[in-house]
């Protein structure tokens, strides 16, 4: 159980750290030929992403902070599932490290994904806590629901406090990974290379026909006339909505200009209703060799 290590992490445990030696530690979890693709690098990213997308501006709930993805009824929520594939992971680190909180072991796990994935440098800050209980979980819906379109997806991530530029700059990190239909029910990778972070979301949603795949399963898309990348009616979105896609247009054509916007607004996004302590040093971490 976590309970020992949790009774150890108080708000400037994190002192007590070296967080470079817990990169390196996670960068030697990434990789696993039994594993997907080859790399938990897809799902440590979409952890940290779910652990901090729930915040909502207005009241001021939800985040990583207590990291309360790890609780029922939150870590049973439809969007999270398979999630627990990637806390379990995770969890020897904790062991290993007793002073970490669960909310800085699961958003430094994204940003060390992101950048050994060939992604940018992504800024980030300890101080997250273990001071949540389950009556903290938030409810459920917060996280977007990949069947509906743009206003839906504007909804979601406005009420986390984006605005249009950087919700379609957060949504190039789907060159990661594949969708599973033993956990969202959909299927397939975006593109051929999902262990590698590329700007290839983009330029795969603007250069290839996208067609309803035939099959029993929930509603999306494969490309036409191969099959073998599949895109989200939510993904879609960015590409019929005329402000995403002019967005998108940008990101396809300069990858440069996306690793930058992308590392402001996934920072932005793992950060979301933390209190950090004024003194907490921010990490900019090289990627290993
Ligand atoms: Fe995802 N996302 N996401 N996502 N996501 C899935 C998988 C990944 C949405 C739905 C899904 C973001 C936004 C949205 C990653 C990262 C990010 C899956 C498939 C679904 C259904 C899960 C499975 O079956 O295993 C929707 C509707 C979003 C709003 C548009 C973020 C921007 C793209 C915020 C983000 O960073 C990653 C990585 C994966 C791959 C996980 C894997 O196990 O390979």
Redesign the pocket.
Known sequence: SSADGEAKVTADSWRKIDFQNVYKDIAALLEDEDY?DGSYG??F??LA?HAS?TYDVRTKTGGSDGATIRFAPESGHGAN??LDVARARLEPLKKKYPHISYGDLYTLAGVVAVQELGGPTIRWRPGRTDGKVATDCTPDGRL???AQGASH?RD?FYRMGFNDQEIAA?????A?????TT????DGPWNAS?TAFTNFFYTELLDNTWVPKKWSGPFQYVDKPSGAFMM?P??MAFKTDPVFRTHVERYAADQDAFFADFAKA?AK?LELGVQFPADAPVYEFKALD
């Open positions: 997907d897809p799902v990213v979409r992403w997308g599932a398979g977007p629901d990949a997806v979601i957060l949504v190039g990190a789907h990661l990974g594949r969708c599973h956990r969202s029910g959909y999902p989200l939510a993904d996934f996004l």
